[in-house]
Every structure is written in structure tokens, then in C-alpha cells.
């Protein structure tokens, strides 16, 4: 495990381009940092590897990784069903690990943590909510002709089609913030936009295109105005920086544990018990309800309402470890880390003639995501160039086809920044540029 | 530089000097192909004369936007099916369909593919099979539209 140290780095930074150095940021040394990280020291054909694809997925320190060991050799089971010993434990560690993941994000009660298998089974979750008819139904979650859901053109597919699917079903009418030329959400029409009619506004934190952190407090007070519910996507927010729910005053929060060191097929929904409490099943099966009759059932209360069958117990587990890891080096000290990585890298690539990069060209107000485009060349042979010289990124229209879209390029180059991502890094893809340029002139 | 193998000088020099490029009239039918994973798009046409196992490709034009090795295939598609005759280009069709799934594993006849014995080193590289099949998958889709079309048309 990694110590929190603070003063001054010692990986060669040089403050650039007016970024002040506050000696008493929270900081931690990227190198021991990496060195929890065992796939890091990794070569690919001769070359170190040079990882910048944590928008897409993180690499995972060593802890979460003996974790996942040490629960599949010493205590796996099943979860809330077996009365043995190791029932028991397997089920202390499971709902251990959802009470680390609510204080994580200021969660009131580890009862407001659903785990899903992804962000996009969250937001599923939730739409799905909204397409039921029937007096029994909470008015908050009835949605039909006249109806409207917002979104914004920043959005994954994930945070789009499903509402599509949702409107198409129902009637109601799918509304969304457009995007300004600097890449920020463009929230000029925001009282229009959102109205009387709007039943759920659901929109990302940080964009996963541009790397745009998104404003809230004054959607979140428009939406509650006029009684419309606000989910967060914040699957490329939770993992870089401190998030609190609470302060945040939203009423959902979807995440991923993939994204932030923890293990693929674990995600969450983070709602208002009040909210859980209100909404209608999702998945039926074992574990969701109270009573099955063959004439009818009744229904578990959250979140077990929304876990039906086998969850993904070891994928928890290690979600739990990634949340320690990620709290014993603090929030904070990754946000700033990424910030002076991040600031290196806009004023490295800025640099580098007929380079464009979409989205917000300062460090400010976004996160270590940049994506870009190389004049005449196209974001696939950008990759596979990179990709010889063992750098790794995300080419193509990265799920946000219509983010691409909207600044008129079919697909993007993409380098995206975590606790690991090192100054050197940067310089190698900076370099990998350059052959690319060899290459296609 | 390993990359030599999926950059061939003469996938290059398709790429930067495309053969063939855009879309022209006649045509009896065309195909729109996309690749959803990276977004790019192609569209190819096709032009056919003479009937039965005379059918001839008069011309094959195409437009779209995608990486180089999806546009140097178009190019290389454009040579290697433009004026000959429907079951040539099948036959092309099939032996480039062959190589590229081929996992590296496939020697390519060069008499019948040409230059598009250049791709050979795009079938080690999966994630890119798709790139260069793209357009020709079009050709493949807009000439059967377009016999089945003819074959309708006449009693």
C-alpha cells in the first residue's frame, strides 16, 4: 500500500503554462503508486507499457487483486441464504463492501447502494422504473404523452438509448442540453428546458469524450422546482475525485466499479432510500422478494428489491478493496494528481501543430480525459502507431457518437489520465505523435 | 518497425492516391455499410452490363470516411472488380474475405488478388479485419441488389 506523503513531487514536474504548485495539496508519490500496480511494469513488443485508457477501464492495484484471492480461497459462498460459516462471512464481506461504497460517496445508509453489474444496468434500472401505468404506480416514476425527459448531447449511449427506449414506450418526449464550441453543457435555455413537464433530468458528471466536469447546483434547483428527479452518470467522476452525494443534492448516481481499480462486472446505483423505496422491481428472481405465490408476488424493499439472483459477491468484495485504496491515498490527492497531469498534457499536446482537442482547452473545470484529432489522419492509425510504441489509447467515437458528432468528426483519438499516469507518460505519447506523423505525413 | 506489416508502402500509396474515389452515376444499386465500433461509414455503387454469365462490373464508385486501411481497400476494391465480370469479382471477393479471416494463416494467391496481397498483414491485426473488409462487404451487399433487381425486372 501506497503512504499519503505531501511537499513537493519528486518525478521532475515543472510547473507550466501559469499552473501555481500549492505545497500544501495533498500529494502521494506516483511511483510508489504504480508500483501497487502489477500490470504497469508490463512491455508490449520491447516497449514499456504506457497506459492512458482509464476512461475505458482502470488497471487494478495489488490489494484488489489479493482480495479477490484471498475471498475465492477462504470465504466464498453464496450470499443471504446459507447458514453455514462461510454464508456468513461471504455475506459480512458483501454488504461490508457496500458500506465502505456508501460512506465513499456520503451516502445516508449502505441500504441506499444497489449494486448492478455496470453504470448501464443502473440507468436501466431507473428508466425501467418510469415505464410502468397503473394507479399503484408513485406519480414521480408515471411517465406518458406530455411527459418529458432531458438529457444532454454530452451523454454516453448508455445515458441516451435507454430514455429513448423509455420515450418510444411510453410517449413522452426525450429533451437534452446541447454543447458549446469550448466543449462546457450549454445551459443558457435551462428554465425552458427544463419545466413543469420534465419527470427526470439524467445527465453526466464528467464527460467521457471531453473530459468536461459538469456544473449542478443550479440544475439540480430548476429540476427540484419543478418536481423533476436528477440522476448523475457519474461513472467517469466518482474514480477521480471526492463526490458526495448529499453535497451533490441529486436524486441518483450511477458508477461503475471497473472504472475506479475495482473489478469488471460490478457497478452501482446510489438513489434517496425514499426514492428506492417507491420505485417498482426491476429484474425478478431469487433474493428480490418477500413472498412468491403462484398468484403473486410481493416484493423485497430496497436494495435487495433490485438484486435478483446470485450478485456479483467477489466483484463487491473487490469494489470494497478499491474503495480503501483509493481512500488510504485520499480523493483529493488523485483529483490534484490528475490535474498537473492533466495540465502537463494540454500544454504538451497543444504544442503539437494541427493537433485539435475537444473539449476544454484549460485545465479547469475538467477532468484527465483529453480526446483529439491529428489533421489528416484518422483516429484508428493514430492507435495502432501508438499502440507499436506500447502506448495505450481509445480510438473511435468512444460510446458518445453524437458528443463526436457535434464537433463534426466521425470518431476521436482519446488519452485518458488516472492516479498512475506519470509526466514521462505523457512525453511517450507525445513522441508517438510524432511517428504517427512519420508515418502518414 | 513491426508496423511494416500493417502499413505496406502499397496500402500507403492507396490511401494517399485513392483509385476510383466517388460516387457516380449509372448505378443500378448501392450499399451503405458502417462500422458501429469506430463510426466510419462507406458507401459503394455499382454499375453492371450484360446478362446472365456475362454479367459484367462496368464500374464500382464509392465514398466514405474511415482509416487508412478502410480506404485503400476501397481503392484496391475498385481495380480489382472494375471491368470484370461478376463471377471474377466473386471470386475476388471470396479469396480477399478468405485472407483477411485468415488470421495470418492464409497464402494469398497473387495473381487473383494483385495488390491486395498487401493486406496479408492486416489479418495478424483483428481489431482492424473490419476496417479493411468494409467496402468491400458493400460491393458484395449492392451487386446482389442489384442482380436481384435485373433478375426481378425481366419476365
Redesign the interface.
Known amino acids: 500500500m501506497t503512504e499519503v506523503t505531501s511537499g513537493p513531487r519528486t518525478s521532475g514536474w515543472q510547473p507550466r503554462s501559469g499552473m501555481p504548485q500549492y505545497a500544501d495539496r495533498p500529494r502521494f508519490d506516483v511511483e510508489k503508486v504504480r508500483a501497487d500496480f502489477p500490470i504497469l511494469s508490463r512491455e508490449i513488443d520491447g516497449h514499456p507499457l504506457v497506459y492512458l485508457d482509464s476512461a475505458n477501464t482502470s488497471q487494478k492495484p495489488r490489494p484488489v487483486l489479493d482480495t479477490l484471492t484471498s475471498f475465492y480461497e477462504g470465504h466464498n459462498a453464496n450470499v443471504a441464504r446459507a447458514v453455514h460459516t462461510l454464508g456468513t462471512e461471504a455475506t459480512e464481506a458483501y454488504e461490508g463492501a457496500r458500506a465502505k461504497i456508501a460512506r465513499f460517496v456520503g451516502a445516508n445508509a449502505p441500504g441506499e447502494i444497489v449494486f448492478t453489474k455496470n453504470s448501464s444496468e443502473a440507468m436501466n434500472l431507473v428508466a425501467y422504473s418510469f415505464g410502468h401505468q397503473g394507479a399503484d404506480v408513485d406519480p414521480r416514476f408515471r411517465l406518458g404523452p406530455g411527459d418529458e425527459v432531458v438529457i444532454s448531447e454530452m451523454e454516453h449511449h448508455s445515458n441516451i438509448v435507454p430514455w429513448q427506449l423509455l420515450c418510444q414506450r411510453t410517449g413522452a418526449t426525450l429533451r437534452w442540453f446541447g454543447i458549446t464550441d469550448e466543449g462546457r453543457l450549454d445551459t443558457s435555455a435551462l428554465d425552458e428546458l427544463v419545466n413543469e413537464r420534465t419527470k427526470i433530468v439524467s445527465y453526466v458528471l464528467q464527460s467521457n469524450i471531453l473530459g468536461t466536469i459538469n456544473p449542478t447546483s443550479a440544475i439540480v434547483a430548476r429540476a427540484h422546482e419543478v418536481g423533476a428527479l436528477v440522476m448523475l452518470d457519474a461513472s467517469q467522476a466518482v474514480p477521480h475525485g471526492p463526490v458526495d452525494v448529499v453535497d451533490l443534492g441529486v436524486d441518483f448516481l450511477a458508477f461503475t466499479g471497473h472504472k475506479m481499480c475495482g473489478p469488471t462486472g460490478i457497478g452501482v446505483l446510489w438513489g434517496r432510500a425514499e426514492l428506492l423505496d417507491a420505485m417498482p422491481p426491476f429484474l425478478g428472481g431469487g433474493e428480490m422478494i418477500e413472498t412468491v405465490r403462484m398468484e403473486g408476488s410481493t416484493f423485497a424493499p430496497a436494495p435487495a428489491r433490485f438484486e435478483a439472483g446470485t450478485p456479483p459477491i467477489a466483484q463487491a468484495v473487490g469494489l470494497g478493496a478499491a474503495v480503501d485504496y483509493l481512500t488510504s491515498l485520499g480523493m483529493d490527492a488523485v483529483r490534484w494528481h490528475e490535474k498537473e497531469i492533466t495540465a502537463y498534457a494540454l500544454d504538451a499536446l497543444t504544442e503539437i501543430p494541427g493537433l485539435t482537442i475537444f473539449g476544454p482547452a484549460v485545465p479547469v473545470g475538467r477532468g484527465g480525459t483529453i480526446s483529439f484529432a491529428l489533421d489528416g489522419v484518422h483516429p484508428h492509425d493514430v492507435g495502432q502507431v501508438l499502440d507499436a510504441e506500447g502506448v495505450a489509447v481509445r480510438v473511435g467515437h468512444g460510446c458518445a457518437r453524437p458528443t463526436c458528432a457535434r464537433f463534426g468528426v466521425p470518431a476521436v483519438t482519446r488519452a485518458s489520465f488516472y492516479l498512475y499516469t506519470t509526466t514521462e507518460e505523457i512525453d511517450a505519447l507525445v513522441r508517438g505523435i510524432g511517428s504517427v506523423r512519420k508515418l502518414f505525413g | 518497425?513491426?508496423?511494416d506489416s500493417?502499413?505496406q508502402e502499397i496500402i500507403?500509396d492507396h490511401y494517399?492516391h485513392p483509385h476510383g474515389r466517388g460516387l457516380r452515376d449509372p448505378f443500378e444499386a448501392e450499399a451503405h455499410h458502417v462500422n458501429p465500433?469506430?463510426?466510419?461509414?462507406m458507401t459503394v455503387r455499382v454499375h453492371l452490363s450484360g446478362e446472365g454469365d456475362d454479367v459484367r462490373v462496368e464500374d464500382v464508385s464509392y465514398d466514405g470516411?474511415?482509416?487508412?486501411?478502410?480506404q485503400a481497400s476501397a481503392s484496391v476494391l475498385h481495380d480489382l472488380v472494375a471491368g470484370h465480370t461478376l463471377t471474377d469479382a466473386f471470386a475476388r471477393h471470396e479469396a480477399f474475405n478468405e485472407l483477411l479471416t485468415g488470421r495470418g494463416q492464409v497464402e494469398p494467391d497473387e495473381d487473383l488478388l494483385e495488390d491486395a496481397v498487401a493486406f496479408a498483414g492486416v489479418a495478424r491485426?483483428p481489431a482492424?479485419v473490419k476496417?479493411a473488409l468494409l467496402s468491400w462487404m458493400a460491393f458484395k451487399d449492392a451487386a446482389a441488389r442489384a442482380t436481384a433487381a435485373s433478375a426481378g425486372g425481366t419476365p
Open positions: 518497425m513491426q508496423l500493417l502499413y500507403l494517399k465500433t469506430c463510426g466510419d461509414e470516411m474511415g482509416c487508412s486501411i478502410s491485426y482492424r476496417c
